[in-house]
């Protein structure tokens, strides 16, 4: 399956629906054309010995499950960390549901709420210090 190259193909389809798996998000929007895939890890997710190691097994499953993409849409694999640790043939098998499922809108993809008001994560005010000094100490 071709590959993604540029930084703008990424955000465009970005901007489309995902699918948190355990090992990867898959990212997909709809793209005239033959299906196109781009591989993505974070360096938070560890050195470059563990993010290439993340990239190839992602690739290998590709690979394996290309038939099942779909045409005229593409795809970017943002890896994670559980890729090292999760059976292949259960990293085959989450990918092979996502190629077949994957949201290609934002509206339908289970993309949490960040931030708005009324969640759960809503911000609390820090609590007052004092300008007493401290008993302790």
């Not at 465009?12 to 781009?38: D, E, M, T």
């Not at 690739?59 to 290309?66: H, K, L, M, S």
């Not at 849409?73 to 085959?92: H, I, K, P, T, W």
């Amino acid at each position: 399956m071709p590959t993604l190259k540029k930084r703008a193909e990424f955000l465009a389809i970005a901007k489309g629906g995902r699918l948190p798996r355990r090992a990867f998000v898959l990212q997909a929007a709809p793209v005239p054309g033959p299906p196109r895939i781009g591989y993505t890890v974070t360096k938070k997710t560890g050195n470059a010995v563990e993010r290439n190691r993340i990239r190839r097994r992602l690739r290998a499953a590709v690979r394996e499950v290309a038939a099942e993409a779909r045409h005229d849409v593409s795809y970017v694999l943002v890896g994670r960390r559980g890729a090292l640790s999760q059976d292949f043939q259960d990293l085959l098998r989450d990918l092979s549901r996502g190629l077949a499922r994957a949201p290609l809108s934002a509206e339908t993809s289970p993309r949490p709420a960040r931030g708005k008001k009324g969640s759960r994560t809503q911000s609390r005010p820090a609590p007052a210090r004092s300008n007493r000094p401290n008993p302790q100490g």
